[in-house]
């Protein structure tokens, strides 16, 4: 990740035309109409691949019983995968110059969220991270490449930074070597002590030198990404209920979840998008805080979706559950987007105790929805679409006496 602008006279805008190799400088911070690229889309389509993979296997974890290792297992996955696309998304957004070099990377790294998706089934059933760290360091050596070719075109303390980036990113993927060969109990506090060594290594690089990054383009690579990620929700439930119905002829008993469903996902897209970012992201704490606050948002929203499949298993009979632990897998990452949204989006542009309350005690209720059986999910669902009008309400209200 990275954090304020660089001085606009070091900053570029991206070149038109042919596409030779370029020095990788800056872009400008204020370049005008700076959109997301189709090379950006591809990528964070690729890497929806892997959350999906991460998000089958939590569903079946949760309902053969072991929702506590299926959750810390599906926090460590995670955690590689937002992190490898957080970083290549505020590198892109500094020094994407989109030329032939640039491109074949990025790919590069788009191969290597396949490989790390092709082994997460190992790293859940039988805790064997191989392939999921030969992914991750396929993606992370890319991005060294990467910011050794800044290094490259530049000088300086900008020079410096990069090379501080590139060195941490690779001390930081020797860290990982011990998930491979740490004991299975210690494992835990290996990632999270390399977890956190990866979040330091911006803080580390930047002490001199902040690199630029386009505060428009970056909310927008964040609100694709959370689109992406409601949307996979979306298919994983709708699968999970067509096979269900398919097998077992449960349509009637399905009706709720799959209604309570789409209420929280379109509630979630609606609060989430309800109000622009970009215009909050200006100094760097912002920018670290918000950044890196998404992890909570991007993974509660994919395990939304895992909560809606076990749902629907546990409705049908096929997931050795209760019908309060099925429950649970649906609200309480719900209540946990709330209120990460809340956190990091909604409380900036509240006015007033009413208005600032509403995401938080619309958390409340929902995990309080848990308790009401088979309708816990349609009730949740509710009470989101109900938090939703709520704020459409006091906003319009508060525009018309302004107005007034």
């Known amino acids: 990740m990275t954090s304020r602008s660089a ?75 937002w992190w490898a696309w957080m970083n290549f ?28 998706a092709a082994g997460v089934s190992e790293a859940f059933e039988s805790h064997d991270f191989l392939v999921v760290w030969l992914g991750y360091a396929i993606m992370r050596f890319a991005m060294i490449a990467q910011w050794l070719r800044v290094a490259r075109s530049t000088g300086g303390t900008e020079r410096t930074m990069a090379l501080r980036y590139a060195g941490g990113v690779l001390l930081c993927q020797i860290a990982w070597l011990g998930l491979l060969f740490a004991p299975e109990a210690a494992r835990p506090w290996v990632f999270l002590a390399a977890a956190v060594a990866e979040l330091c290594v911006p803080l580390f690089a930047e002490k001199a030198f902040t690199t630029s990054w386009h505060p428009h383009h970056i909310s927008e690579r964040y609100g694709l990404f959370t689109i992406i990620v409601l949307g996979e929700t979306i298919a994983a439930a709708t699968v999970a209920v067509k096979s269900a119905v398919d097998e077992h002829d449960a349509l ?9 469903g789409l209420l929280i996902v379109f509630s979630a897209w609606w609060i989430y998008f309800a109000v622009p ?11 670290f805080l918000w950044g890196y606050g998404h ?69 409340l209720l929902v995990i309080l929805c848990t308790f009401l059986g088979d309708l816990a999910v349609l009730a949740a669902g509710i009470v989101s679409a109900l938090a939703v009008t709520a704020g459409v309400m006091m906003t319009t209200r508060e525009h018309w006496a302004h107005d007034g």
């Open 7 to 81: 001085p606009e006279s070091a900053a570029a805008p991206r070149p038109s035309g042919h596409w030779p190799l370029r020095r990788m400088t800056a872009r400008g911070r204020d370049e005008a109409h700076r959109v997301a690229s189709p090379l950006e889309l591809l990528f964070d389509l690729c890497f929806v691949v892997a959350i999906a993979q991460a998000g089958a296997e939590l569903v079946h974890a949760v309902a053969e019983g072991h929702a506590g290792q299926g959750i810390l297992d599906y926090a460590m996955v995670f955690f590689a995968i």
């Open 89 to 116: 998304s505020w590198f892109a957004s500094a020094y994407d110059n989109d030329d032939v070099l640039y491109r074949v990377v990025t790919l590069v790294q788009i191969a290597g969220v396949l490989v790390l």
């Open 252 to 260: 009637s008993e399905l009706l709720p979840i799959a209604a309570g």
């Open 277 to 287: 970012i970009h215009g909050h992201l200006r100094s760097s704490g912002q920018a």
């Open 295 to 363: 992890y909570l948002i991007f993974a509660s929203a994919a395990a939304i979706g895992a909560g809606l499949e076990v749902a629907v298993e546990q409705t049908v009979g096929t997931a050795h559950i209760s019908a309060l632990s099925a429950s649970a897998a649906v609200t309480l990452p719900t209540a946990l987007y709330l209120l990460a949204v809340w956190a990091l989006h909604s409380r900036h542009f509240k006015v007033g105790i009413a208005q600032q309350l509403v995401l938080p005690t619309t958390a």
